[in-house]
């Protein structure tokens, strides 16, 4: 039993230490992450916002989102109503290879940004490519005769 109890305790100590390590890695993070929006002007939903340019060319829009790190699959972009939402979302997961993990860990990160477009667009000739985090929309507005309805001449 004495050898028993003295594994027991040193599993406990370890634990005890590990949940402090833990912590302690937490805060050093937080620290981290305080100092650099702080260095650099931004908020905190700054940094899970989606930076956007809009350009008006005449009879389109272009658009251009940053959306760093994430995949091509990760990534939707929906219009409805003249809205246009943009939304990335990763999940990750790392564990050990051990059948008997001690630690696993995931991570959920997720952006999004909506924006309202100036002026009706013919959504079914919108078109999106994604290369090295620029995603970039192509939005063809409507024309006069695309906006529900017809035109009724006055004689």
Same mark, same amino acid.
């Given at each position: 039993?004495?050898?028993?109890?003295?594994?027991?305790?040193?599993?406990?100590?370890?634990?005890?230490?590990?949940?402090?390590? &833990? =912590?302690?890695?937490r805060?050093?993070? @937080?620290?981290?992450?305080?100092?650099?929006? $702080? %260095?650099?002007?931004? *908020?905190? /939903?700054?940094?899970?916002?989606?930076?956007?340019?809009?350009?008006?060319?005449?009879?389109?829009?272009?658009?251009?989102?940053?959306v760093?790190?994430?995949?091509?699959?990760?990534?939707?972009?929906?219009?409805?109503?003249?809205?246009?939402?943009?939304?990335? &979302? =990763?999940?990750?997961?790392?564990?050990? @290879?051990?059948?008997?993990?001690?630690?696993r $860990? %995931?991570?959920?990160? *997720?952006? /999004?940004?909506?924006?309202?477009?100036?002026?009706?667009?013919?959504?079914?000739?919108?078109?999106?490519?994604?290369?090295?985090?620029?995603?970039?929309?192509?939005?063809?507005?409507?024309?006069?005769?695309?906006?529900?309805?017809?035109?009724?001449?006055?004689?």
């Amino acid at each position: 039993m004495p050898v028993r109890s003295a594994m027991t305790e040193e599993r406990d100590s370890t634990d005890r230490f590990d949940t402090q390590l &833990e =912590r302690l890695q937490r805060q050093f993070e @937080n620290i981290s992450r305080m100092w650099d929006l $702080e %260095r650099f002007g931004l *908020s905190e /939903s700054e940094m899970t916002s989606i930076g956007i340019d809009l350009i008006d060319h005449g009879d389109e829009f272009e658009l251009t989102a940053n959306v760093p790190g994430f995949d091509r699959d990760e990534i939707d972009a929906r219009l409805s109503e003249n809205t246009l939402t943009i939304t990335a &979302e =990763r999940e990750e997961e790392t564990e050990a @290879n051990e059948e008997l993990y001690l630690k696993r $860990e %995931r991570a959920h990160r *997720s952006v /999004s940004r909506s924006i309202r477009l100036p002026e009706p667009v013919n959504e079914e000739n919108v078109t999106a490519t994604y290369e090295n985090g620029v995603l970039s929309l192509t939005l063809p507005k409507q024309q006069p005769s695309d906006v529900g309805g017809h035109t009724i001449e006055v004689e």
